[in-house]
């Protein structure tokens, strides 16, 4: 019989309620602990997914001893102190992105995990998806041949700057790049397996002091390169295109696809459909479970010096921003 994994989540804003809501379609799966700053949150959270253990405190969550995982769903400058939390009491971790606010806290954060020996995984959901995997195998497959540019954006319009929110706050480490950056930079990162040896970038500093609207180019060796913009101010098409030496390939909505086309040079295009089940946050908690269950410590989907590696791509676009955060 599949063993059941047993869930809390730490956080009971937007993405935890997400997250509840995927967790409903695998079969495999139990949502068991909440853990709040307030009772009364972890309360209504509980009462929305019928929760049986609703601790008030981080700490009781993390020491649930009916909690096989847990999902870290709290603001970007809270990851690191909750995964440490939740890694020393032996609990496997599925931690949002971006994983840190910087690379050094990544570290970190996989270090510690690797000593405990204790699972470990970015959820970085996109590449968990069926249209994901097909990606995946067309490339391998060398459906477009040499991978040579790969462009990808996410933008979306927040409207009213409000200081004191997430999105715009550098005590919370706000900011387009942190936020929803991480979606085309990821992307580009596992199609091409590395990280860019050259980054040239421009961002638009808001009223807050935080990146509304940039533009990244990154080189890689052997010539290929990759476009990738974010914003917070502004919605973009959300799609992403892979060109290679024999064709491209379109993926529309590439956080969350349903689809994508190949259109092979001199060849009609050809759509596959990928459709997802639930809301889509269940196949990142799938892949946990399947980890778990195979006694591994991180998934080959998204690997950790992946995690860190992307974390020192972002640190390096700060830098040429000049974008520092209060906490570093
Ligand atoms: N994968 C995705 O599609 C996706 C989408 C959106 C966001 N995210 C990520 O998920 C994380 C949370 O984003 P969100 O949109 O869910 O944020 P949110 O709605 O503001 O919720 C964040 C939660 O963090 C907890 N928290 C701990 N300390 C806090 C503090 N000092 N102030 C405010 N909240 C605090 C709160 O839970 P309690 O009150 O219960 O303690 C709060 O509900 C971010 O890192 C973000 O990047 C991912």
Known sequence: MTKVIRWGIIGTGNIAHQFARGLQSVSDAELV???SRSQ?????FG???NVPNRHATYEALASDSSVDAVYIATLHNFHKENALLCLQNHKGVLLEKPFTVNAQEAEEVINFAREQGVFLMEAMWTRYFPAMIKLRDLLAAGAIGDIMLVQADFGFRMGTVLPKHRIFDPDFVGGALLDVGIYPISLASMIFGKQPERISSMAHMGETGVDELSAMIFGYEHNQMAIATT???VNT????RISGSEGRIHMPDFWHPTELTLFRDDQPPQTFDCPFDGNG?????????KCLREGKLE??????????ALMQTLDK????????????
């Open 47 to 49: 009462d929305e997914f």
């Open 281 to 289: 946050y269940n196949y990142e908690a799938m892949e946990v479970g």
């Open 231 to 233: 914003a917070i101010q």
């Open 33 to 35: 602990a909440v853990g």
């Open 299 to 308: 998934s080959d989907i998204m690997p950790l010096d992946e995690s860190l």
């Open 317 to 328: 676009i700060r830098a040429e921003w000049g974008l520092k955060y209060p906490m570093e």
């Open 237 to 240: 098409p959300h799609e992403a």
């Open 40 to 44: 009364a949150s972890a309360d209504k």
